[in-house]
């Protein structure tokens, strides 16, 4: 996949090809029935489609409803997704990146905060991977993703305190500016537990304060992404965190294949689960409008999806270890950022080559009635599943298995 | 929905009316990439079309492909999936029907053996629901699905013996007939253990010997569908069956929206998994192309979903339990029985409103293959979340919540 993609955008592609009728038809059933018909639009100012246009940035809006109930007021929240790029020269100083890139993010925060957004959440390790080089036909694209050079430096100096790091503290800013919850995933540097590093996501509360961190859960060993190279796999359980906007949790990247991460943080009473991640083209595309979904479907709450965006290279050569020679390429982050529904509806993706801002209006009694409906949590049967565990994990497992007699020995 | 659908085919819609282009990279996208491009085409005997045509059913046929190794060599097979229908009046006496039925069956079987078929799977209780009244504007279309009535007279009747019922005999005349296991999906009847029902799929080695059975681990209680007034969750745990092509296992319906199910199968080694199902469009269309194609990613393994056809309407009148009156009609099934492969590749589904019969072939390296190269088994954690849900399943379980400061008491 190149940077001449035929498709910038799903969901309009389809609205212009397809004749009317069959695209409603086909709306209904690839986007989801959001209380009978797809999610709505929501009207964006058009102050804001016009700093949009002059910045260079997608922005989309959509309200996912619910029914309403006679002793819960609706609790609606509006939340949003960020996907950016850097926006200075690779080559300038350290101080001078983190300048420019603070400035872009503040740039979709407050386009955030002018869409009414209670909730942010920004891409995974969002301020830390911007000092690398980078080929690209259509600045700004996205942040370079060094885990696979294996290098350890200069990468690693961009690490920092979750508590105290200047992402925080610049999220913590923003916060108490806008009244916004922010997710902020970084690099952290792990000075009491002997230096180590941890891929983690931040959480801000809306007063400006820091509430906690949760660490990535699963770590990929897959072709150029072995981050075990960096950091291994997090130590903070599925912390749920109960903000003024509803219960979060964060499952970063690689985290979104594993059903039971995405479980875990629901049976802990997560209301939205957010997946910033950094995952290109030829690798996971199919997959990403898969996972997310299956996630909000399978345990009946918000989920909202960050990719990147942008075709990187990197000064040194490195394997893919898929055979190929060496080179410099990582691949295209296909940005596609989107929102998924307890009732399997969801948004459109933002564009799949510019960076964006995501917006959905959520009612969070949706979860609790989907439940309600479907019963999923109520037929699970999870004590079978614990005890299927406790004896899966044993190395000498016996699986249930029948051969066909007819087979012979 | 109505059975005037504007889209019979997504697939083929999207086909013919994308510019070429943009149809190739959607196709990409949508559909999966595999070993670089999407499933190929299967081409069919011209024979074999023209009784689809006089027989009014669909026929597709695809293949998935897997690199080439060294050690091993290719695990080549052929699957089917049959959606079908009932084709004798309902007021015609029973045994008239289920030699209707029976035939209609064997038709299908037959065409799947001249496509090289070597494992198939029929549809969720393929010989029971076969008599009732039925209002369908484009006969033949699909047996009525009665566990909306919560009649038990006659339905029950209908139950049968896994292993000596008639739909078991029946398979295994077409199983030693073809050198082809069949998986047969019934409601069964308990002799031994008080009489109950089970919703069970027989497994039937293509020596047309009896393998085993399995029954549907989770039951709904979904509106129309509290299937447990007739039958209880299954207690067969979560077998995989080694036959002469391949190990596979049957996940029966609305066990699919459980992702602990599909693990636990997987876990035991299952190549295949089946997931014969009666779902209808209003209520489940949206997540139909999800939760199969997820299992099939998430563990690694080959995904085969089906699901009858037609709109059915009922002689007594019932509650859907969604505040509308009572009524005879359920819904419209909208059939799309697809395959799902473990790389994210898919092939397009069967029509929404008629018959059909889906062959895949597959070479069962994929799974192992994409299992090296992705590592979710490898990096899934297992003791973790046995421990997890060791703790989840005490009625006093705490989760873990990091509540905001700043929101006081």
């Known amino acids: 996949m190149s940077n001449s993609l035929a498709v910038d955008d799903v969901y309009k592609t389809l609205k212009e090809h397809l004749p009317e009728d069959k695209f409603k038809e086909l709306e209904g059933v690839l986007y989801g029935y959001n209380c009978g018909s797809p999610v709505q639009s929501i009207s964006i100012p058009q102050k804001l489609l016009l700093l949009a246009q002059s910045e260079d940035f997608d922005i989309q809006a959509y309200r996912f409803t619910a029914a309403k109930e006679q002793l819960r007021e609706p609790r609606i929240v509006r939340l949003g997704l960020i996907q950016n790029s850097i926006h200075a020269k690779t080559t300038d100083p350290v101080a001078t990146q983190y300048a420019a890139?603070?400035?872009?993010?503040?740039?979709?925060?407050?386009?955030?905060?002018?869409?009414?957004?209670?909730?942010?959440?920004?891409?995974?390790?969002?301020?830390?991977?911007?000092?690398?080089?980078?080929?690209?036909?259509?600045?700004?694209?996205?942040?370079?993703?060094?885990?696979?050079?294996?290098?350890?430096?200069?990468?690693?100096?961009?690490?920092?305190?979750?508590?105290?790091?200047?992402?925080?503290?610049?999220?913590?800013?923003?916060?108490?500016?806008?009244?916004?919850?922010?997710?902020?995933?970084?690099?952290?540097?792990?000075?009491?537990?002997?230096?180590?590093?941890?891929?983690?996501?931040?959480?801000?509360?809306?007063?400006?304060?820091?509430?906690?961190?949760?660490?990535?859960?699963?770590?990929?060993?897959?072709?150029?992404?072995?981050?075990?190279?960096?950091?291994?796999?997090?130590?903070?359980?599925?912390?749920?965190?109960?903000?003024?906007?509803?219960?979060?949790?964060?499952?970063?990247?690689?985290?979104?294949?594993?059903?039971?991460?995405?479980?875990?943080?629901?049976?802990?009473?997560?209301?939205?689960?957010?997946?910033?991640?950094?995952?290109?083209?030829?690798?996971?595309e199919p997959l990403w409008a898969i996972e997310g979904r299956n996630a909000s479907i399978a345990n009946s709450y918000f989920v909202g999806c960050i990719n990147r965006v942008g075709t990187e290279s990197f000064p040194n050569e490195f394997t893919s270890a898929d055979g190929k020679p060496a080179h410099k390429d990582f691949g295209h982050f296909y940005g596609s950022s989107y929102f998924g529904g307890p009732d399997a509806s969801r948004t459109p993706g933002l564009s799949r080559t510019k960076e964006g801002l995501m917006v959905a209006e959520v009612d969070l009694n949706l979860n609790r009635q989907v439940r309600d409906k479907w019963g999923y949590q109520m037929t699970a049967r999870y004590p079978m599943y614990a005890d299927f565990l406790r004896e899966y994990k044993e190395p000498d497992y016996q699986p249930q298995l029948i051969r066909d007699p007819g087979l012979g020995k």
């Open 101 to 284: 890139i603070e400035r872009r993010i503040e740039t979709l925060i407050d386009a955030a905060a002018e869409m009414g957004v209670n909730v942010v959440c920004l891409q995974e390790a969002w301020s830390v991977y911007y000092v690398l080089f980078r080929t690209c036909s259509h600045p700004p694209t996205a942040m370079p993703f060094a885990f696979c050079t294996r290098e350890k430096q200069p990468w690693l100096e961009f690490a920092m305190d979750a508590e105290t790091g200047l992402a925080t503290r610049f999220c913590q800013r923003m916060a108490k500016k806008h009244n916004m919850v922010i997710v902020s995933p970084i690099l952290e540097r792990d000075a009491t537990h002997g230096d180590v590093i941890w891929n983690t996501a931040v959480i801000i509360g809306n007063q400006g304060n820091y509430i906690g961190k949760t660490r990535k859960n699963h770590i990929p060993r897959v072709g150029d992404f072995n981050e075990s190279t960096y950091y291994m796999e997090g130590d903070t359980g599925h912390r749920v965190f109960e903000t003024a906007f509803g219960k979060i949790a964060v499952n970063i990247c690689y985290g979104r294949h594993h059903p039971l991460n995405w479980m875990a943080y629901g049976l802990n009473g997560a209301e939205i689960v957010f997946n910033p991640s950094a995952t290109v083209g030829a690798l996971s």
